[in-house]
DNA sequence: TGTTTGTAATTAACATGTGAATTACATCTT
DNA sequence: AAGATGTAATTCACATGTTAATTACAAACA
């Protein structure tokens, strides 16, 4: 069996598609001075309630060192809050502010009509099913070493 | 309609395909004190033969900025040549060298075994068409504006 | 020839990815 | 209580991602 060429490797071709969507959503986020790590932080953020970092890192797909740094920057421009949990020192909760809030539901139709634009081109079934077979590949290869 | 949850949005899910697929060549790549985006550009390279960068960087899926530090690094470990271009001195052809080539030969089996695990686990039916799925999206998604 | 325009590559500045080390607490153990 | 062990978060060091600005060179053209 030959390796597969990079054209045809998986990590690539996984890589490739990311950048083709993102590249939809950078000039939204450019607008609003976002990084799209700091957008996934936000995100998960509304959608879950406070979170303790570990979780929030996890559920955004963001290393601890990195999450560190952006709730610095997320801090400092009152877009979410750390408080500290009483009996553990340690760990914190971190929740999203009205104003965190506020630029989530600003900017959810525009970020709608580019997934809707998405899911046109390609076929709504073909979108579904795509994602089924990410996620299955997830479930398959997590539960690796 | 509602956003996707974080949990079902196509750019998430793709980050976190890759990060489990690409937890699997970590440990090799470490061992060889390479990373994942050096052997990119040697992969290529070595498919390929001598590009230029701009093509080169295309190729990998690497931007032009992270494409001139590697070019450094791999030079002074003598993985890689520049040579200038007559009649144009704003080119140069990049090339593998035969270190950089035994390099990726070595590499090699190690790599077929994990690719071969990986379609093993999950189906080598469903493997292949995930790839053409992904490339479809590519396809689609690259000739938009 | 000299100027303008275009293109390839690099540099700059800042954010994130990544693995290793460190700090700050908790908990367990004796 | 004191030490050993475990865990959460941070810090460090270096590589890459990302956009904007700059440099170096080519080509077109007045």
Redesign the interface.
């Known amino acids: ?8 490797s ?16 950078r000039p939204m986020l450019a607008r609003h001075d976002i990084t ?1 790590q700091q957008w ?1 932080v936000l ?2 953020l509304a ?1 879950t309630g406070p979170l303790e970092a570990t979780e929030l890192a996890g ?3 963001i290393l601890p060192p990195s999450l560190t740094r952006i709730i610095k920057a997320l801090e400092e421009r009152r877009l979410m809050t750390r408080n500290r949990v009483k009996d553990d020192g340690r760990r914190a909760l971190l929740a999203i502010t009205p104003s965190g809030l506020a630029l989530i539901e600003d900017l ?1 139709p525009e ?2 009509a580019i ?2 634009a ?1 899911e046109a ?2 076929g709504a079934e ?2 579904e ?3 089924d ?6 479930q ?3 539960s ?1 070493s």
Do not use: C
């Not at 990590?11 to 959503?25: C, G, N, S």
């Not at 077979?133 to 997830?138: K, R």
């Open positions: 069996m030959l390796p597969p060429s990079t054209r045809r998986l990590p690539m071709t996984l890589l490739r598609a990311r950048e083709v969507i993102m590249a939809h959503f799209e996934r995100r998960v959608e559920r955004a797909s959810a970020r709608i997934y809707e998405i081109r390609y073909q979108y099913q795509l994602l077979m990410l996620e299955s590949l997830i398959t290869e997590s690796e």
